[in-house]
């Protein structure tokens, strides 16, 4: 079966630089039409749509946050990484990542870690 | 910047139906913004209930459909349960292949 596990610091300071690792099993992100995506959502808030990268190494991000956010993948590892520059409180949120299918949507879920930003 | 709007709230009685509709700022929803939705309760992850408008996932209760509705996405829910009560994502697919997810709707079963 498909699973997720996001991991990554749960306290960063501003203006540091966040990376998160997605470690997933039960697929591979070298078939074709496979993605794995972050999302994330600020404690009490909306669910936001980060960023997208696909098996042929097709990435996609967020126009507001483009600047900011870099994905990369290791297929070997199973592992898909986000880092995101410049960190702000306002940045704190529970991050997920999530299978994502072309032409679908997502489908599986991780359970999301928790990332603060505080000085 | 895009902007996908869904009801805040709605309240439906146990057995009863409810519709939750997505907007999009830049237009008519279609089937090529491949409509999905997504239930969350407090303190869980998301769980995906609809993909491509209207497809059901394997796990999706037969309660649950999709649809597109007067230039929106909709997802209905019939015969609402007491454990449906939760909030309700959509996610739309723009142009350049990034999605956006719509504001939220908490959906309460009085």
């Known amino acids: 079966q498909i699973t997720l596990k996001e991991s990554g610091p749960t306290l960063v300071k501003p203006t540091q630089t966040l990376t998160l690792t997605c470690t997933f099993s039960?697929?591979?992100?070298?078939?074709?039409?496979?993605?794995v995506g972050w999302i994330r959502q600020p404690p009490g808030k909306a669910l936001e749509w980060l960023a997208l990268?696909?098996?042929?190494?097709?990435?996609r991000y967020s126009p507001s946050l483009k600047s900011r956010l870099t994905i990369t993948k290791d297929t070997s590892k199973n592992q898909v990484v986000l880092t995101m520059t410049n960190m702000d409180p306002v940045d704190t949120a529970t991050y997920y990542c999530?299978?994502?299918?072309?032409?679908?949507?997502?489908?599986?879920w991780g359970q999301g870690t928790l990332v603060t930003v505080s000085s | 910047q895009t902007v996908v709007t869904q009801e805040p709230s709605l309240t439906v009685s146990p057995g009863g139906t409810v519709t939750l509709t997505c907007a999009s700022s830049t237009g008519a929803v279609t089937s090529g913004y491949y409509p999905n939705w997504f239930q969350q309760k407090p303190g869980q992850a998301p769980r995906a209930l609809i993909y491509s408008t209207s497809n059901k996932h394997s796990w999706t209760p037969a309660r649950f459909s999709g649809s597109l509705l007067g230039g929106k996405a909709a997802l209905t829910l019939s015969g609402v349960q007491p454990e449906d009560e939760a909030e309700y994502y959509c996610?739309?697919?723009?142009?350049?292949?990034?999605?956006?997810f719509g504001t939220g709707t908490k959906v309460t079963v009085l």
């Open positions: 996610l739309l697919y723009y142009g350049g292949g990034q999605g956006v």
């Open positions: 039960g697929f591979s992100l070298s078939t074709s039409g496979v993605g």
């Open positions: 999530a299978h994502t299918r072309q032409f679908y949507g997502i489908d599986y």
């Open positions: 990268i696909y098996w042929d190494d097709d990435k």
